[in-house]
Each structure stands twice: as C-alpha cells, then as structure tokens.
C-alpha cells in the first residue's frame, strides 16, 4: 500500500518469489481492480483440477469499481487458506472500506510510501549495502543519495550496480568515479564548495554546469538542503547521536554539520538563508535572469562562510 512504485513492484516480487519457493507448482494469476468484472475473483480461486495452490496478484485497487469492492468484500470473510492473495493499492481515498477490513483482519500490509527525507535515503542505502554484503563509508552514502537519489529505483540500481562492482568498502571516490557527472551531483559540488567558503571553486564549477545545460533549479535546491542541514544542526543541543535522533539524521551528518558551522556566523547563516530563499523564487520564475539569481547566492554563500 503506497505511492512508491519501486518499493511496490519490489514487495510483489518478493512475495511472489517466496510462493514460488515454498509451492513451485503453484497457479499465478493477475486481476486488475479498475477493470474488474463481477463474480472474477471467486472463480480464479476456485480449485484446479489438479489441486495446486493459487496466487493471485490484483492491481490497481486505487482505482477499484465497485464490483471488486463488493467481491474483495465477500472473499475476506471466507478466504482459502490454499490461496495467496496480494492486493496493489497506489494510495488515495478509493477502496478505503476494503483496505479497512484488511488492515482489522490482521493480514500483513507493506508500506510503500515515498523515501522523501534524505535520512530515509540514507538508510535505504545502508540496508541495501547490509543485504549485499558490501560495506558502504558514511560520506559515499551521502554522495550516492545526492547523485542518484532523486529516483528510487534509479538509487536501487546504483547500489546493485556498486555492490556487484566493488571489491572493498564503498568510498565517496568510488561514487564519484560512478556518478560524479549526474547534475544532482554537480548541484552538490558546487553547494559543497560555496559551504566552504571557497567562492572561486564554487563559481567556476557552477558556471561550467550551467555551461553544459544544467538547470538553475537543482543548483539552488542543493544550496538550499545544505543550508537547512547546516541552520537544524546549528540550533540543537546534545551528542551527535542525540540530535541525530531528534532530527531524523545520520550521526556522521550531524557531526559534519556541527565542524562546517565553525567557519559560520549567526548572521552569515541567517543571511545565506535568505538570499538562497530569494534566488528559489527567482529561478522558478520570479526574475528574466536565473542565471545571476544563482551566481549571486552562491557568491553571498561563500562570502558568508569564509567570515568569522
């Protein structure tokens, strides 16, 4: 249940990989809720001549008619235990009756809800890594989240793809040589080094992406992300585990945001946090330049950071 399309696709491979283990000889099915004829379900579970058991794979229950309600209804009141039913629902309001009396039956649900926070991300990459085998340094599992995490399934290929490649641990190295020339990571190359205080870096890199076609929207997203970082961590107290529970973050962020709020004031911040607000506005259509928008936030960003 949920909007993610990967991690929905991922839990029906899953469970239909785990029959198939268990009953190699098992029936598979597929129903779509939306197009759904009446009396459909109750025959597909109906016995075969030579007894195997069923899987039964329904997609589309977001967009249900009422005759699967009714017959989805009706069928979990009596399910066959030789039966493995497993309903696809993409989110919204429809069908909500029958996910409820899935939910009060105590059958098992897979949320499938957008990763939307990065430590969301992070962690995803961690648990990948873990399962893989492999092992992944802190910083290569920002630098993967930045490159590629935009796009789930693409952030699920990377870390197939660098499990399968990779020898020893992980490293950002190993990202960048991966995926380094991603606008996503480009954005943070130059957000990383206006951070910094390294202005000319930050300018040269910036003016070669936009140079190459990259769009001025991704490069202010990325300033703007490390600025929320730097500005959470900067007004929190506690160990680094502490604060990193509180905020939803890694231990190993919060501890680089807490050494690159040295080189920071209180008003450069407040200062970089407004311009960058600003220069949003400006590159998604508040100004004919976007351009010099994000030339000049990145120009207040490095000054900012450089002023003790």
């Keep these: 249940m949920g909007p993610e399309e990967y991690l929905g696709i991922r839990a029906m491979d899953g469970i239909r990989s785990h029959v198939r283990t268990a009953t190699p000889d098992v029936e598979l099915s597929r129903l779509n809720a939306g197009a759904y004829e009446a009396g459909s379900l109750a025959m597909t579970v109906t016995p075969s ?20 309600l009714s017959d989805g209804l009706a069928y979990l009141q009596h399910p066959d235990p030789d039966v493995v039913l497993v309903l696809r629902h993409a989110g919204g309001v429809r069908g909500k009756k029958l996910l409820d009396a899935v939910k009060s039956a105590g059958w098992p649900v897979i949320d499938c809800q957008p990763l939307k926070k990065d430590s969301d991300k992070t962690a995803f990459v961690v648990s990948e890594f873990r399962a893989g085998g492999r092992r992944i340094e802190g910083e290569a599992v920002q630098a993967l989240v930045n490159a590629v995490g935009a796009n789930l399934s693409e952030l699920a290929a990377a870390c197939s793809q660098l499990i399968a490649d990779a020898t020893t641990a992980v490293t950002a190295e190993t990202v960048e040589r991966y995926y380094g ?25 910036l003016r070669h992406a936009l140079a190459t076609g990259v769009d001025p929207v991704p490069l202010v997203a990325a300033l703007a992300a490390k600025l929320r970082t730097l500005a959470k961590v900067a007004g929190a107290n506690g160990s680094p585990a502490t604060i990193a529970k509180n905020l939803g ?13 040295r080189r920071w004031t209180p008003e450069g911040l407040i200062r970089s946090i407004q311009v960058i607000a600003e220069a949003d506005a400006q590159v998604k259509g508040e100004s004919r ?19 003790r």
Excluded at 49 to 68: C, T
Excluded at 289 to 307: K, L, M, Q, W
């Design 249 to 261: 973050m890694q231990p190993w962020l919060v501890e680089q945001a807490q050494r690159d709020v």
């Design 49 to 68: 001549l030579f007894g195997e058991g069923k899987l039964i794979e329904v997609e589309g229950l977001e967009a249900m008619n009422d005759a699967f």
């Design 181 to 205: 020339g991603r606008v996503e990571a480009t954005a943070f190359k130059v957000a990383d080094a206006a951070m910094a205080g390294n202005g000319p870096v930050a300018l040269s890199t």
């Design 289 to 307: 330049d976007p351009v010099y928008a994000v030339e000049h936030a990145v120009t207040v960003i490095a000054t900012s950071a450089s002023r």
